[in-house]
């Protein structure tokens, strides 16, 4: 009975599902800490395979170096819970079911997961860090209810491109909006997780209230200029040109 000590999420996660978008620091941190509290449904999305270079923040070790992060990660939930429903999928993100869970270092991957949330009506949770994930970003978004992912974070698009690298010129689907890997502490990533985890225990109706009003949440563990290891909870405006009701349509068309 490994659900001893968390009976009561444990029947409230047991039916639930959630899609990992993107399963490299975050996606992998957050997977392993939702399985541990009784999440008994997971889809795991991501294109890429483990490399040497994510041992040092991630859940996986060494062992695992080559395989597809989506398989190496679905064996390490099932170790956790044999009897996990989870599918793996190596693949961009395309669409998913359930709560769409985007740990992604990709602003287009981002966006897409927000058409899908505003065209299906799925609930998303997006995590992320800056600084050296000395700093890290949670956002809710719920059709209806709250604003979504664009309405924050659309202004990043006007930025210059941020990904480098000589397959700019030779692959044809090269991402330009991703994030170059950066610095950035396993102990960092895990406490900015542990904060994301509240919040998709909150959209998933563990928690007994989320806060619709501030679905923004800042994490500060050291960034210089905040004040140290605090949570800000942050309004965001609704009615960017992508959760416009006139514009649903289009999306749909798209997806
Ligand atoms: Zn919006």
Not at 43 to 63: K, S
Not at 83 to 107: I, N, P, Y
Not at 194 to 223: C, K, S
Request: with cysteine; glycine share 10%; charged share 25%.
């Amino acid at each position: 009975m490994f659900y001893a000590r968390n009976t009561r999420e444990r029947e409230l996660l047991a039916d639930a599902r959630v899609s990992v978008i993107g399963c490299g620091s975050f996606g992998s941190a957050l997977a392993d800490m939702l399985v541990r509290a009784g999440l008994g449904r997971l889809t795991l999305i991501d294109p890429e395979d483990f490399a040497i270079e994510n041992v040092g923040r991630h859940v996986l070790t060494g062992a695992d170096v080559g395989r597809a992060k989506t398989e190496a990660l679905a064996d390490h939930l099932r170790k956790i819970n044999p009897g996990l429903h989870v599918e793996a999928r190596r693949e961009k993100f395309r669409t998913a079911e359930g709560l769409l869970l985007c740990c992604a270092d990709s602003r287009r991957c981002e966006s897409m997961v927000n058409a899908v949330s505003l065209v299906h009506g799925l609930p998303a949770v997006f995590v992320g860090a800056y600084g050296a994930a000395r700093a890290g970003e949670v956002q809710i978004c719920i059709p209806g209810k709250t604003p979504c992912r664009e309405c924050f974070a659309g202004f990043r698009d006007d930025a210059e491109p941020v990904a480098d690298g000589p397959e700019r010129y030779t692959d044809p689907d090269f991402d330009e909006t991703r994030t170059p890997a950066r610095a950035g502490l396993w102990g960092s990533i895990l406490a900015i997780a542990g904060v994301a985890f509240h919040a998709v225990l909150g959209v998933l109706g563990v928690r007994e209230t989320i806060d619709t009003e501030r679905p923004l949440w800042i994490v500060n563990l050291d960034y210089e200029g905040f004040r140290p290891y605090a949570v800000t909870y942050a309004k965001v405006k609704k009615g960017c040109p992508v959760c416009d009701e006139s514009k649903i349509a289009e999306l749909t068309v798209e997806w």
